[in-house]
C-alpha cells in the first residue's frame, strides 16, 4: 500500500516531442505529489509538485496531470530538449507529518537531438 | 547559500568494516532524512531526524545501520561491519519544516563501494 509504480522505466524522444511519465499509487493518505529530476552522480531536485485538491500544475514546459479517483498522476515534458535528459522520479508524501517521500522506481529519459 | 553537504562522495570499504556518512543539512534546516539508492531503482527511505531525536526510523535495517543528528555538527550515518549489498549511494536531504509542508533539499549523495 506505500508503493508508488511508475512507467515506463526508460524512454526516447525526438527534440521537440512530448515526454509522458506515469505514476500509480494505492495509500490514499498521499496529499503531496512531487516529481524529481536527477542527473547522472548528482542528488535528486525538485522539478514540480502538486496537490490533490488541483487536477493539473504546469510550470514552464513542465505540468503535472493529477486523476484523484484514479489515483493516477504524470508528468507532461513539452518541447523536450537534450538537456532534460535525466532520470525522473515520481513521489508520494503520506499526511502523517513525517515527510517521508515514497518514491517510484525511477524513468531514465533520453532525448535525441 | 550553500545546500546540503555529504561527505564523502566517495568511500571505499572492505567487507567488515565501517562506513560513516556525514551530512549537513541546509543552513536553518533542522529536519534531515537518509535515503538509500541501489543501482538502477529509485530511493528507498531509511531515516528521519530532527536534532537530537530519531522520529522515523522505518526503513532502517534492524542490524548494524544506526544515524544520528546531535545538537551540534553533522547528521551521521553509521554502517558497522559492511557487507556488499551495502553498496549504494546514500542520500541526505533537509526541510525547513518537515512533514509535508515543505520541499525536501537533497545532497549529492555519498557513493559506497564494499569490496
Known amino acids: 500500500q506505500q508503493q508508488v509504480k511508475q512507467s515506463p522505466q526508460s524512454l526516447i524522444v525526438q527534440k521537440g516531442g512530448i515526454s509522458i511519465i506515469n505514476c500509480a499509487y494505492e495509500?490514499?493518505?498521499?496529499?503531496?505529489f512531487p516529481w524529481y529530476q536527477q542527473f547522472p552522480g548528482k542528488g535528486p531536485a525538485l522539478l514540480i509538485a502538486?496537490?490533490?485538491?488541483?487536477s493539473e500544475k504546469k510550470e514552464g514546459r513542465f505540468t503535472i496531470s493529477f486523476n484523484k479517483s484514479a489515483k493516477q498522476f504524470s508528468l507532461h515534458i513539452m518541447d523536450s530538449q537534450p538537456g532534460d535528459s535525466a532520470t525522473y522520479f515520481c513521489?508520494?508524501?503520506?499526511?502523517?507529518?513525517?515527510?517521508?517521500?515514497?518514491f517510484g522506481q525511477g524513468t531514465t529519459l533520453q532525448v535525441k537531438p | 547559500n550553500a545546500g546540503v553537504m555529504q561527505n564523502p562522495r566517495h568511500l571505499v570499504r572492505r567487507r567488515g568494516q565501517e562506513a560513516r556518512l556525514r551530512c549537513s543539512p541546509m543552513?536553518?534546516?533542522?529536519?534531515v532524512y537518509w535515503y538509500r539508492q541501489l543501482p538502477e531503482e529509485g530511493l528507498k527511505f531509511m531515516v528521519y531526524?530532527?536534532?537530537?531525536?530519531?522520529?522515523?526510523e522505518s526503513g532502517m535495517p534492524k542490524e548494524r545501520f544506526s544515524a544520528e543528528f546531535p545538537k551540534e555538527g553533522p547528521s551521521i550515518l553509521r554502517i558497522q561491519q559492511v557487507v556488499r549489498g551495502d553498496s549504494a549511494a546514500y542520500f541526505c536531504?533537509?526541510?525547513?519544516?518537515?512533514?509535508?509542508?515543505?520541499?525536501?533539499?537533497f545532497g549529492e549523495g555519498s557513493r559506497l563501494t564494499v569490496l
Open positions: 536531504a533537509s526541510s525547513l519544516t518537515g512533514g509535508n509542508t515543505g520541499e525536501l533539499f
Open positions: 495509500n490514499t493518505a498521499f496529499d503531496y
Open positions: 502538486i496537490r490533490p485538491d488541483v
Open positions: 513521489a508520494a508524501m503520506d499526511s502523517s507529518n513525517t515527510g517521508k517521500l515514497i
Open positions: 543552513k536553518g534546516h533542522s529536519h
Open positions: 531526524l530532527q536534532k537530537e531525536n530519531i522520529i522515523d
